[in-house]
């Protein structure tokens, strides 16, 4: 039987992560849960956000019969790991920031990186946290104007362009008055892979982007496999996304359902986007207050 993997995020920018995901483990079964009646949750207290977390974590594994975890929202990862094993403490649970750090490390030589995020994870500081962790020295940026720019869609857009180089020239100047050397820069937050082209093309030379969804769907493959006790991971993957057309007759024959607490119809147009296929019918659920 193909295992049930559930996804959870505030909004639909996990649908990267998702799309990761699929592609080493293109025979699972996908549960894909956006919170978006209470986004963002960057505005929330952590006890609040904690709360939300813990109820759309039951949701998919109580309800939906998920038998692993994927926290692709950088502020739950950061705010409320804890509390999403507390409350589904028979399945493994995986969130974002932790493999982004793990890469990062991989990635460096220098030690010092760069991390470009939202405000609420830069507030939170998580990554700076997971990267001394790993023994690196780490230099966060919030860049608050490109989700709404990739939510508008301008993902190649001059718009979009300029403002990643104005901020990577500030965090840049930033970083060399710090006298850090950096050769790696962490894309943290999910709606930023749709940008890693412009990213790549605004940073210098001998630095490596580092997309924290392809980090956590590489993780996944050691956390699930390992506690599965069997391989769940298709000898191929990671396999070829499908860029078109239906999900449901892709030679992968991955299942996909998705889950929102509001605003679906703008989950259903905007979520191909970051999945790169069409995401079918999302469906409207209440976990309450």
Not at 96 to 109: D, H, K, L, W
Request: aromatic share 6%; net charge negative.
């Amino acid at each position: 039987m193909s295992p049930t993997i559930g996804v959870f995020d505030s909004g639909f920018g996990g649908l990267t992560v998702l799309r990761a995901l699929i592609e080493r483990f293109p025979h699972a079964r996908f549960v894909f849960l956006g919170d978006t009646a209470r986004l963002p949750y960057g505005s929330k207290s952590r006890r609040t956000i904690a709360r939300y977390a813990a109820q759309s974590a039951r949701f998919l594994v109580h309800e939906q019969g998920a038998e692993f975890l994927v926290i692709a929202c950088n502020t739950a990862s950061a705010l409320a790991l804890d509390a999403i094993e507390e409350a589904v403490p028979a399945v493994p649970v995986l969130g974002v920031i932790e493999p982004g750090a793990a890469a990062a490390r991989q990635a460096s030589r220098s030690g010092d990186v760069l991390v470009l995020a939202t405000e609420a994870t830069v507030q939170s500081h998580a990554y700076a946290a997971a990267c001394r962790a790993h023994g690196l020295r780490a230099l966060e940026k919030a860049c608050p104007l490109l989700v709404p720019l990739v939510e508008e869609g301008w993902t190649d857009h001059p718009v979009t362009a300029e403002v990643i180089r104005i901020y990577w020239e500030e965090l840049r100047a930033e970083a060399a008055a710090q006298g850090m050397n950096p050769d790696a820069l962490v894309l943290g937050c999910t709606h930023y892979p749709l940008l890693r082209p412009l990213i790549e093309g605004a940073v210098r030379p001998g630095i490596k982007v580092i997309d924290s969804a392809q980090s956590a769907a590489g993780a996944a493959v050691q956390l699930f496999n390992g506690r599965a006790g069997r391989p769940i991971l298709s000898e191929s993957a990671p396999a070829e996304p499908d860029r078109g057309g239906d999900a449901a007759n892709s030679p992968l024959q991955t299942e996909i359902r998705c889950f929102a607490t509001d605003s679906v119809e703008k989950f259903e147009r905007l979520g191909s986007r970051f999945l790169e296929r069409p995401v079918g019918t999302v469906e409207l659920v209440d976990l309450g207050e």
